[in-house]
């Protein structure tokens, strides 16, 4: 039969064992967590390369074609919304009320068109023949949209890519 005296000296040597076991278990589980905190943190990079990518092809200047027809586009809805819908359209129908006279000078031209809005005027100065004209001297420096959509669909299938590795890996703890 072991005496109190072997019993706590057992009991001490099985805490020495317990606090080395400890020990070794934080020392792994530091291990453990700065590779598994160094490989987040390379994914996270990965990723953010890859959104600062994406962001550029996003912001990469258009092709000369495609900027001429975005500008075509703009001065058609502009000539629509802006110009007939914004100005005419509320000047007849001030007319048509009685208001104000067609295009007459004085109060009604401050209805029509007020200072702070005459640059809508310059829907109808610009023509598209303009705009051809001033889309010649532009550089061919622009990224064609179908190659921009595709290099973004690829940089999309690489972030996704990304996202499920981090996934798997909270799955398998």
Not at 21 to 33: H, I, L
């Amino acid at each position: 039969m072991l005496k109190q005296h072997e019993i706590d000296t057992i009991r001490q040597e099985d805490q020495k064992k317990l606090g080395i076991v400890n020990a070794r278990a934080d020392d792994v589980t530091k291990q453990k967590m700065g590779a598994i905190h160094e490989k987040s943190q390379r994914i996270k990079e990965k990723i953010q390369n890859l959104i600062d990518k994406k962001n550029d092809l996003l912001t990469a200047p258009l092709t000369k074609s495609e900027t001429l027809e975005l500008a075509k586009e703009a001065l058609r809805e502009g000539r629509k919304k802006v110009f007939f819908d914004g100005i005419l359209m509320p000047h007849l129908r001030a007319c048509q009320e009685r208001r104000y006279s067609f295009l007459e000078r004085g109060a009604s031209s401050l209805h029509l068109l007020p200072p702070d809005h005459a640059w809508k005027l310059l829907y109808w100065v610009i023509t598209e023949k303009d705009l051809l004209a001033a889309s010649q001297e532009l550089p061919d420096d622009g990224l064609p949209e179908a190659e921009r959509e595709a290099q973004i669909k690829k940089v999309d299938g690489e972030i996704a890519a990304l996202v499920n590795q981090i996934e798997k890996e909270l799955q398998r703890e």
